[in-house]
Nanobody, 127 residues
Framework: QEQLQESGGGLVQPGGSLRLSCAAS????????MGWFRQAAGKEREFVAA???????????YYADSVKGRFTISRDNAKNTLYLQMDSLKPEDTAVYFC?????????????????WGQGTQVTVSS
């Protein structure tokens, strides 16, 4: 199985930036899609961003409308690490952020498409 570990969360003021990291280990073979989800207190877990890669089509990224233009997802293949660069943060971005690895399903945005999850890292945006 694949193990995922998030890091980089913390407290930031509105308008600030954070970069989240997700280190993947274990059995990562034949995995080519990873994503970020978040869950605010009292809310359902929601899709944030995803990235897919292949030698045939290159890299594709997907973003929730709420974070487009502010967040950037990327991956360092050599380090087996997923990143989420978050800029222009808003209080509404406050949540626990999870990275996940996709194993099944067609949709890159559906939570049920992902079978391995990190434990999450808290992001708090407040003045």
């Amino acid at each position: 199985q694949e193990q995922l570990q998030e890091s980089g969360g913390g407290l930031v003021q509105p308008g600030g930036s954070l970069r989240l990291s997700c280190a993947a280990s274990g059995r990562t073979f034949n995995r080519n899609t990873m994503g970020w989800f978040r869950q605010a207190a009292g809310k359902e877990r929601e899709f944030v961003a995803a990235i897919s890669w292949s030698s045939w089509i290159g890299t594709d990224t997907y973003y929730a409308d709420s974070v487009k233009g502010r967040f950037t997802i990327s991956r360092d293949n050599a380090k087996n690490t997923l990143y989420l660069q978050m800029d222009s943060l808003k209080p509404e971005d406050t949540a626990v952020y999870f990275c996940a690895s996709k194993n099944r399903g067609v949709s890159n945005t559906a939570i049920e498409s992902y079978d391995y999850w990190g434990q999450g890292t808290q992001v708090t945006v407040s003045s």
